[in-house]
């Protein structure tokens, strides 16, 4: 069965520094997602990406975040200078079409120190 | 009003017994209801998922139940097993823009099935 695959699976980076978190998604899906979920706490809507641009976006998702699909297979979240509590487990996640299941990876767990 | 609210926090069941574990929902624009399973280390994995035109979803063990006027739905899991002892989240998604399907996750339940 296809599944999203994500890279690393764990990062650890300082306080401030830049990090790309990757992911590949399912081959003929169309619709792509962040999620994090913070040690211990529910998964959290990011960012949603469509069409080659953010479709929708939570309040978490500020101007350190960005997201690009630089090719037809990658998808990838930035931060630009990593803070404490962005320590979380970033899971990608991808479907096909409007109201069809969100396939998600098994995510990348981000350390900030 | 985009929170989904999800009790219990954790759940311990012996093994043949029924785990349930509910969600309250307040947006009405909500027209898609998942569950979740999320074992240690793991990406959540689709488990069931209900619309609102119908009030009951089974597959195998596990079944949805869902009460459109009270805006709440509940997965029940029949003859639980140590192998189903994960953290289950409850989730909801609409028409909130033209162009995502963003889910609201709830809070999660540990369950735990001891043999």
């Known amino acids: 069965e296809p599944e999203v695959t994500q890279t690393p699976s764990h990062q650890v980076t300082q306080m401030g520094q830049e990090v790309i978190l990757r992911c590949v998604p399912i081959?003929?899906?169309?619709?792509f997602y962040w999620y994090r979920q913070i040690l211990g706490q529910k998964v959290e809507f990011l960012v949603s990406?469509?069409?080659?641009?953010?479709?929708?976006k939570s309040e978490i998702f500020d101007d350190q975040f960005s997201v690009e699909r630089p090719d037809g297979s990658n998808f990838t979240l930035k931060i630009r200078s990593t803070k404490l509590e962005d320590s979380a487990m970033y899971f990608c996640?991808?479907?096909?079409?409007?109201?069809?299941?969100?396939?998600f990876g098994n995510g990348t767990r981000l350390t900030v120190t | 009003q985009q929170q989904v609210k999800q009790s219990p926090q954790s759940l311990i069941v012996q093994k043949g017994g029924i785990s349930i574990i509910n969600c309250a929902y307040e947006?009405?624009?909500?027209?898609?209801f998942p569950w979740y399973q999320q074992f240690p280390g793991k990406g959540p994995a689709l488990l069931i998922a209900?619309?609102?035109?119908?009030s009951e979803k089974k597959e195998g063990r596990f079944t949805i139940s869902f009460n459109k006027s009270a805006k709440q739905f509940s997965l029940h899991i029949m003859d639980s097993q140590p192998g189903d002892s994960a953290t289950y989240f409850c989730?909801?998604?609409?028409?909130?823009?033209?162009?995502?399907?963003?889910?609201?996750f709830g809070t999660g339940t540990r369950l735990q099935v001891f043999p």
């Open positions: 996640a991808s479907t096909m079409d409007r109201g069809t299941p969100l396939h």
């Open positions: 081959s003929n899906h169309l619709y």
């Open positions: 990406f469509y069409n080659n641009e953010i479709s929708e």
């Open positions: 947006n009405t624009a909500f027209d898609y």
């Open positions: 209900i619309r609102p035109d119908v």
């Open positions: 989730a909801a998604s609409g028409q909130v823009s033209y162009n995502t399907d963003k889910l609201i």
